[in-house]
């Protein structure tokens, strides 16, 4: 290390040797990085001894705050009794094993069968990886493509990043041939003048019914969604989408993925997001909340007929040459179990108790002549800032309008996330009306005092 960086300078050691993700450098290079030392329920505090109310959970994930003493207790003791093991040659921890049993009672199907990984995006490559597995083993090589949407994020990897629908993936020559990204259902922004949202909904199936002809049904594998898309902006699908999709879907054969790695345990009000919009997919993707944050873990759920089939194609072949290191690690599924039951004993109601406020707080931010709408399920919900409310025209990008925002929150105590032009909330579960009434103060303030800036 340099000597003109000192040991307290905490800034200047993170940058040194340090990369940070999805970090505009420009911008840390001028505002500096915050490094945070610990956390008290809602809020994180940084080596400064700042404190920063986190209207994000982190990164959608840390529903029941950041010092949860059952969450910690439960670590501590699983630590204690078994610290690590995988899930490989017919092996596995008990505490895994238990929480397959708890995730197949809590999960929307019959009958589950759960595979463990150690994130969102891996959960997702395992599920495409299963899905190529099991066409070929029965008899549909060919049966390779992907369809997911655009504005979809799903991870990171090669193949998450390849369904993940943002441009930013072009810098890796991705996504891969093969994936196939259909209309973002966003009514607001892809509806065209005059369409009613019904009509929306009805054209972008006919998208799907169309694409499906074009590339043969039998060479799709899959169809990933998000119920409610969370890192292209919280966006929730238009009115009737799931209802006008699946059919279309379900009538050529196509296995129907819900990504629910934000939005399942709770975040839109129910257990599960797929609940919020009324189906019943075929398989889930979870994350994130699954262990509330406190630890990196992912899971594959299938349902009944994918696990069947997939069971069959792995006693054909003999074996499913597949799994993390850490897959099913028994502290993760300990804490895992922990973290479903919190969500069902309370945190759960929690997000029903203050989704009322949630969007009333919104939507009186709305109200101002810079915010073009909020939309939101549950405790996800977004702003999205305009230039000219009437015409939707957004801000020009360089203007970075969204960031400024957020920077402007950061430097008054409250952490949100800029997303596109729109700034995102989603709040733990354990927030008090007091603690959620201050996130809209300041956020309010921010918009105030950027937009005047501006004008
Ligand atoms: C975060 C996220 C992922 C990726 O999860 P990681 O743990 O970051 O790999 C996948 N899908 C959705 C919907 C996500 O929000």
Redesign the pocket.
Known sequence: MPDTVLPDDWDARAKRHSFFGFTDLPSIAERGTVVLTRGEGPYVIDTEGRRYLDANSG??NMIAGFDHPELIATAQAQYARFPGYHAFFGRMADTTVELSETLAEVAPFEDAKVFYT???????DTMVKMLWFLHAAEGRPQARKILTRGN??????VV?ASMTGKPYNSVFGLPLPGFIHLTCPHFWREGRDGESEAAFTARLAAELEEVIAREGADTIAGFFA?PV???GGVIPPSEGYFDAILPVLRAHGIPVIA?????GFGRTGELWGCESYGFVPDAI?S??ALTAGFF?M?AVILGPELSDRMSRAVDAIEEFPHGFTASGHPVGCAIALKAIELVRGGLLDDVRRLTPRFEAGLAKLAAHPHIGEWRGRGLMGALEAVKDKATKTPWDSHLSVSERIANTCTDHGLICRPLGQSIVLCPPFIMTDAQMDEMFDKLGGALDEVFAGLA
């Open positions: 990164l959608w150690n994130s969102g995006s891996e959960a997702n979809a994020y799903h991870g990171v990897t998450s998000e898309q969370g890192a990504d629910e790695v934000i939005t993707i994350s994130k990196p992912g």
